[in-house]
Structure formats: structure tokens, C-alpha cells
Antibody, heavy 119, light 112 residues
Framework: QVQLQESGPRLVEPSETLSLTCAVS?????????WGWVRQPPGKGLEWIAS???????YHNPSLKSRVTISIDTSKNQFSLRLASVTATDSAVFYC????????????WGQGALVTVSS | QSVLTQPPSVSGAPGQRVTISCSGS?????????VHWYQQIPGTAPKLLIY???NRPSGIPDRFSGSKSGTSASLAITGLQAEDEAIYYC????????????FGGGTKLTVL
């Protein structure tokens, strides 16, 4: 059974870059799935950020694209997110998830990482 | 504003049946993309509840069912139980966004 675990700093200063990594276990990251990030501001709904395939092809939420970098490391079976120039409104729980490759569901989720943007 | 529209809240008594709607458009649900549903208990990660419109992952009770018609979809919960109190999200893809992931705003289910 696949498991995903987010890691990274939980406190980021305004204007800095938020960085998170999702470690995947129980499944190779080179299988036929996309791997993505979803965020949820406190008390609000889910917002998809970006997804990546093991060949490096990636898709981004247009509203965040200019600030987002998603990458994948097949040797470490993990993928990462960088969100640049953060402000307080970027504070959220960030989830990593596995996504079926053919417009399918997000069938496995990490437990989430609460990241706060504050000085 | 979410691309998919859900009612903010629904409620029902134990044992009753409730439905949660998810309204989209011709560029997402109506563009033949499947609809998926997630259950989120506050403080925990979302959990896949229904995939591809009307399929349950292993371990999901058959009290939960989904349907899709045209540009809308629905989640039905029968035999409501206290443990069903959660927030429910629908999700699909949108062709106008190059087939990218879109979510509904979420519906808070209260079991009276």
C-alpha cells in the first residue's frame, strides 16, 4: 500500500521560498501515476497546485504557475514543491497525493504539512 | 470561487438519506471527465470516497454512492451515521485549463 509523507520547514518568512518534499513508499514513483500537491488554507477548501509525471512532464495551476516549481527525483522516490515569494495568504496545510494518470482520482494522500508564512 | 459548485452545507438525521450536488459546466463535468468525491474529517487528510462517478474504493461502505448526468454530479449517503459528519469535496478536470485538476468548494455534512 502506497504511503506519502510530507517534510520541510513549517515556518517560512514572507517573500521567501516555501519548500516541501514528499517521500513515497510502498510504490515506485515511476509507475503509471502523476504525483501532485494540493493546499488548504485554514478553514477553507482544497486548491490543486501542480502535478508531475516521472518523465518530468508537469502541469500547474495557472493562478500559481509563475511562483511554483515542481520536481521529481526517481532515485530517491520522492517529489518536491517550491513556492516562491510567499505571503501570509500562502499559509496552508499542504498535501501531497498520488493521481491516476488518465484524469483519474487522487487516490492516496499524505497526512499534510501545515506551513505558516510569518516573520 | 471554485470551478465546481457545491452547497456549503447539508444536514440529516441518523438513518436518513442525504445528497450533495456538484455543478460544473461543459468544460469540466460536461466534457466527459469523471467526477471523484472525497471525505475530509476536520484535522485529517481527504480520503477518496467515490472514483469515476460511481465506484467505491475498497473499504468504503455501500451507503455511499455517486452519479453523474450532463454537467452535474451527486453524492448520496443513505443510512446516515454520526461518523459521516465531515466535509465532502467533488473533483474533476477542466478542458479550458488544459485538463487540470479542479475541486468543488466543499459541503459540510451535519448529522443532527
Amino acid at each position: 500500500q502506497v504511503q506519502l509523507q510530507e517534510s520541510g520547514p513549517r515556518l517560512v518568512e514572507p517573500s521567501e521560498t516555501l519548500s516541501l518534499t514528499c517521500a513515497v513508499s510502498g510504490s515506485s514513483i515511476t509507475t503509471r501515476f502523476y504525483w501532485g500537491w494540493v493546499r488548504q488554507p485554514p478553514g477553507k477548501g482544497l486548491e490543486w497546485i501542480a502535478s508531475i509525471y516521472h518523465d518530468g512532464s508537469a502541469y500547474h495551476n495557472p493562478s500559481l504557475k509563475s511562483r511554483v516549481t515542481i520536481s521529481i527525483d526517481t532515485s530517491k522516490n520522492q517529489f518536491s514543491l517550491r513556492l516562491a515569494s510567499v505571503t501570509a495568504t500562502d499559509s496552508a496545510v499542504f498535501y501531497c497525493a498520488r493521481i491516476g494518470w488518465n484524469y483519474e482520482a487522487l487516490d492516496s494522500w499524505g497526512q499534510g504539512a501545515l506551513v505558516t508564512v510569518s516573520s | 470561487q471554485s470551478v465546481l459548485t457545491q452547497p456549503p452545507s447539508v444536514s440529516g438525521a441518523p438513518g436518513q438519506r442525504v445528497t450533495i450536488s456538484c455543478s460544473g459546466s461543459r468544460s469540466n463535468i460536461g466534457a466527459t471527465y469523471d467526477v471523484h468525491w472525497y471525505q475530509q474529517i476536520p484535522g485529517t487528510a481527504p480520503k477518496l470516497l467515490i472514483y469515476a462517478n460511481n465506484n467505491r474504493p475498497s473499504g468504503i461502505p455501500d451507503r455511499f454512492s455517486g452519479s453523474k448526468s450532463g454537467t452535474s454530479a451527486s453524492l448520496a449517503i443513505t443510512g446516515l451515521q454520526a461518523e459521516d459528519e465531515a466535509i465532502y469535496y467533488c473533483q474533476s478536470y477542466d478542458i479550458s485549463l488544459s485538463g487540470l485538476v479542479v475541486f468543488g468548494g466543499g459541503t459540510k455534512l451535519t448529522v443532527l
